[in-house]
């Protein structure tokens, strides 16, 4: 398996708070990526980075800012969370743009 | 946004049977993923192709770029149990580091 870790694997919080996800990497890949995944939608793409300090909006950015200061961690953040957020979010990697890597998700909950 | 239009959106097939699916696109895709998910955890990639008209195998999984760069092919022959989940398609278009998914294909094997 790549190596990928989300954390916390597991969250419940209240609407209106601020969350932040992390993806930890110890593959040295350039690309990462934040996806979400509901019924009926399958995998939608949040943000992606190609790079430290480089990233740009996937087609459900709306809600949510990302950050890359160093290559192997990319944080989501949701700066003020809804129920509509509530969702499992994957992280992804990849070296080039050929072939993607996942982690094990986590699971948000908003109440 | 793109869409994949994967289809059928969920089957149930007897073990020892083979089992066919695609993945259609508006849009030119200049390399098409397939990936596996078990309840629970991340997309596993199966299998990855880079050029039109390629045929590649992985075991009892076979999948096939196709002519017109807008579809795609996965089949898995002589199906077990463990092939239960559900099988996304996934591509690349020209000059973009996006991952694009497809809404799934649900397989269940019946013993």
């Known amino acids: 398996d790549a190596g990928i870790t989300q954390s916390p694997r597991h969250k419940v919080t209240e609407t209106g708070t601020p969350v932040t996800l992390r993806c930890h990497q110890t593959e040295n890949h350039r690309y990462m990526y934040w996806y979400r995944q509901d019924p009926g939608h399958g995998l939608r793409l949040i943000h992606y980075s190609y790079g430290v300090k480089d990233t740009d909006k996937g087609e459900v950015s709306d809600g949510y800012s990302v950050s890359r200061s160093k290559t192997e961690d990319f944080l989501l953040t949701l700066e003020s969370a809804t129920s509509s957020q509530t969702s499992v979010y994957f992280c992804?990697?990849?070296?080039?743009?050929?072939?993607?890597?996942f982690g094990q998700g986590t699971r948000l909950t908003v109440v | 946004g793109q869409q994949l239009n994967q289809s059928p959106q969920s089957m149930f097939i007897q073990e020892g049977e083979d089992v066919s699916m695609n993945c259609t696109s508006s849009s030119i895709f200049n390399t098409w993923l397939w990936y596996k998910q078990d309840p629970g955890e991340g997309p596993v990639l199966l299998i990855a192709?880079?050029?039109?008209?390629e045929l590649t195998s992985n075991g009892r999984l076979t999948a096939q770029f196709g002519i017109t760069r807008k579809d795609s092919f996965l089949n898995i022959s002589a199906s077990i149990p463990s092939d239960v989940g559900i099988y996304f398609c996934a591509g690349t278009t020209s000059g973009t580091y996006k991952y694009i998914f497809g809404t799934g294909t649900r397989l269940k094997v019946l013993a």
């Open positions: 192709l880079y050029k039109a008209g």
């Open positions: 992804a990697i990849s070296e080039n743009p050929d072939e993607a890597f």
